[in-house]
RNA sequence: GCGGGUGUGGUGAAAUUGGUAGACACGCCAGACUUAGGAUCUGGUGCCGCAAGGUAUGGGGGUUCGAGUCCCUCCACCCGCACCA
């Protein structure tokens, strides 16, 4: 019998759906374990062997789990809003509905071959209708809450209401803007949009007035990455900001929990610093400085900077302002209103790329001062781009001596620098210590920087001009995009005020469009659809939501998938609880991440699932590199020559697709007909062969080097495909592909294979007791398999797999009690021959229904090891020694080791470690 | 610039707590069986050396009986952020 991985592959994928081997009940009596991958987005091109990746890992250990008893949640589903389907459907005609439900279905048939253990009828999509009339709903919920600052928590909008009702605002700062303040009397007597107007200020998802890249020639809105120094990648053309309303949601309320919230989860260190350094948490104060003329004659008017270092106070040299700041029209002298005019349009001529792109130093000054309140001193206040309206207060105080912008600034414009930090600052170079003794710093003079930080704060605090501040650089990222293939907003503008659909009119479905053109005003296609947006005495919002909206919840909709009542009900997330294990790519470190992580702290808020972290444990797989060819063509000819003799030539590169190439030798024969321009090739070879360049790159169409994984599932079968792709390295390491290590694994399949049938003889079982010896194998495995697996480390124990069957192949050992005990271990990682052989030898059901064998330690005990034997550190032979052996036992067969003698030449031994159970070593 | 990570044979890599560096594979070399081999099996394979031996985990230094592993320092590459006051 032979190996027929084929057959046997087929049979199992339709005994599997069959017998719905892989489905998931939610509350049996066993304990939980929820394994969950990133969801793809179904792009029309398929999958690489790289996508398979994390699929594989997540896959072996959930069934590794299910083998040891748990209850495994496994789901797959498809991120299937995008702009992707949008542009096919724009270039090709074809709706993104019907394009992306062809891509699924490929994606779904690319991953049924290589054997996963998902539980299909959990399937989601978040362009379904019954999935995204659920994440309608969760805006719902968020458009209807606030967050309040003193429980740190999200609260229903009404009970805002009420406070203001009571109290006004006094109390509840509003995160929207800062100095809006009203008591309660004036909250009575507001009309009703005036509240309206206010509450959005308050609300989780919000409706505000943002900025868009607005490309005329294309009639559209550009998203960041489409803008390219100011125009559009497509075509060119010039794109402008635009002010358009947006939808928003408060992340930002929430920033102090998501970064509380990464203690509570295992993240590596440099997800947990992206988080961290993307949310920007840091620690100041703000501080006001009165603004005076040059005469020092009072403007009768306040100017509001942030800084992290009120310590160094005494060395503000100059003030800064953001062009966009409000004070800029105010305190501009009629004799500087020329020069700020003519930056301000500078300014503004430049998109914020070109402005990232060269960092020119540049700037203009107002003609007013600040006066600092400690000294009188007058301090000139300039205006300059890098300043940014955005952070802080948008305003800085320049400190040259200690920041190199700063410093950079003052010697561009000739300011002069106060040296506050003495030998610390060598005036070519801005100093940022902490660990200066402060000079020319009045009160603070000969304190320690670090200490002066706070009690300069207090004194600011003392004397009513200044107040400790945190500030975080994290933005509330816009959730509405101009555009056709997203979840539309459950909103009706009626007067201008945003109105919540009630949960019975939801979903809102997306109502089919040919023609996606975007409406007028650089709205999106929506708007061009008369008959659907005016509804019920208003006009519905014609945005929809943006990629991360349907991904922000989708784990907690496997838990339920099918309940048309909640979007997951308390019952089911209770039981499930928190992904144990996410395995995903590190691209989606700030944008899913962080987003599903805020919606999870709302839905606990409010009071919907019982925990606030979605992801207990994240783990992030590598890169899959390509490894590509290259054929080297004699300029101006037809000839190619072979890499060795390439650099007797002057040549041109073209990369060749890999899958005409065995290791690096080319196929002359189908290079010719790959493409018209080559069938009349003529090739300089080496001993007969062509021999191809190579060069690991990113896995690509455009290098020809990317290979499918149907392809080798095709050659060498899917357990054969799963078990290398984990052979390859660390799951979470970067590698390149290599086609040829293949090999290996599947002559470790067919070997294994051979332990059970052989070719000619058929079964070779026997049913006789496995020897000790194999055993002691066996078990020896199964510790070693077993603790890889558990701590994610495949690649190893793949190779504990290849070494049982070596040794169990070497003992001629074909002991089928012990060969089912394997077929369950293996099973994981090789779930098709595992199956087949499991029914082979005569069981009834799914190896997957089996238990996992325990490790029997009786086979496992040894009573002597053979230890190295060091001179001086250095191993020189191995000394075989029983376990219970002595010091004194040891020293003395020791020195009468040849190889000891001939060191030691006639010399007693300095000293002699012995550690038991790991070596030996003589000093000489 | 800041933060994180990685450097080990021709290649992918292993070494979980400081204890035989290179497990397991690919490739390569030699051989067996065979009409054939992209099947299977056996042996060899870090580098230098006929050997004894020397030498070797990016470079340099340190701690230790002993360092790929710990400490200091320098270098290279990869990823993320980047006027955030």
Known sequence: MEYGFGAIEKKWHEAWKEKKTYSVGNYPSKPKFYVLDMFPYPSGAGLHVGHPLGYIASDIFSRYKRLKGFNVLHPMGYDSFGLPAEQYAIEHGIAPAISTDQNIQNFRNQLNKIGFCYDWEREVRT?????????????????????????????????LDKIFTSEGNISRACPGDKKLSFSSSEWIKFDDSTRADILMKYRLAYCGVGEVNWCEALGTVLANDEVINGVSERGGHPVVKKKLRQWYLRITEYAERLIAGLETVEFSDSMKDMQTNWIGKSYGAEMDFELVTENAV????????????????????????????????????????????????????????????EKKISGVFSGSYCKNPFNDTLIPVWISEYVLAGYGTGAIMAVPCGDERDFKFAEHFNIPVTNIIGDYFNGSEANATKDARLENSGFLNGMLMSDAISIAINKLEELGIGKRQTNYKMRDAAFSRQRYWGEPFPIVWKNEVATSLPESMLPVELPPMSDLKPGPDAQGPLANLKDWVP??????????????????????????????????SR??????????????????????????????????????????????????????????????????????????????????????DVSMVDGLVLNMDEFKKWKPDFADSTFITEDGEY??????????????????????????????????????????????????????????????????????????????????????????????????????????????????????????????????KFLVVLSPYAPHICEELWSLTGHEGSVLDASYPTVEEKYLVETSKEYPLAINGKTRTTLTIDLNATQEEVEKMVLQEPVVIKWLEGN???KIIFVKNKMINVVV
């Open 127 to 159: 362009s379904n209708p019954d999935y995204y009339k659920w994440t309608q709903w969760i805006f719902l919920q968020l458009f209807d809450s606030w967050f309040d600052r003193t429980t740190q928590s999200a609260k229903r909008i009404h009970e």
């Open 298 to 357: 009072s403007l009768e008017k306040k100017l509001k900077v942030y800084t992290t270092r009120p310590d160094t106070i005494f060395g503000v040299d100059f003030m800064v302002i953001a062009p966009e700041h409000e004070l800029v029209s105010q305190i501009s002298t009629a004799a500087q209103l020329k020069d700020v005019n003519a930056y301000i349009e500078f300014v503004n001529s430049r998109s914020e790329r070109e402005r990232m792109a």
């Open 535 to 568: 509804f019920d005495g208003g006009n519905r919002e014609v945005n929809t939501m943006p990629g991360y909206a349907g991904s922000s919840w989708y784990f907690l909709r496997y838990m339920d998938p099918k309940n048309e009542n909640e979007f997951c």
């Open 571 to 656: 019952t089911a997330s209770d039981y499930w609880g928190q992904v144990d294990i996410y395995i995903g790519g590190t691209e989606h470190a700030v944008g899913h991440l962080l987003y599903s992580r805020m919606w999870t702290k709302a839905l606990y808020d409010l009071g919907y699932i019982g925990f606030d972290e979605p992801f207990k444990r994240l783990v992030n797989q590598g890169k899959i590199g390509g490894d590509s060819r290259l054929v080297y063509r004699i300029r101006g000819t037809k000839q190619f020559v072979s890499a060795g003799l390439k650099d007797q030539y002057e040549t041109d590169e073209i990369h060749v």
């Open 691 to 820: 021999k191809c360049g190579s060069r690991l790159e990113k896995m690509s169409k455009r290098y020809f080097n990317v290979v499918n994984p149907d392809d080798i599932v095709e050659k060498y079968g899917a357990d054969t495909f799963r078990m290398y792709e984990m052979f390859l390295g660390p799951v979470e390491q970067d590698k390149p592909w290599d086609t040829k290590g293949i090999e290996g694994v599947h002559r470790f399949i067919k070997k294994f294979w051979r332990l059970f049938f052989d070719a000619e003889k058929g079964s070779v079982l026997s049913k006789e007791h496995a020897s000790d010896e194999a055993w002691k194998v066996f078990y020896k495995m199964v510790k070693k398999v077993e603790e890889d697996t558990a701590r994610f480390s495949f690649n190893t124990a793949v190779s504990g797999f290849m070494i049982g069957v070596n040794e169990l192949t070497d003992l001629n050992c074909h002991s089928l009690e012990l060969l089912e």
């Open 908 to 910: 007693p031994p300095k």
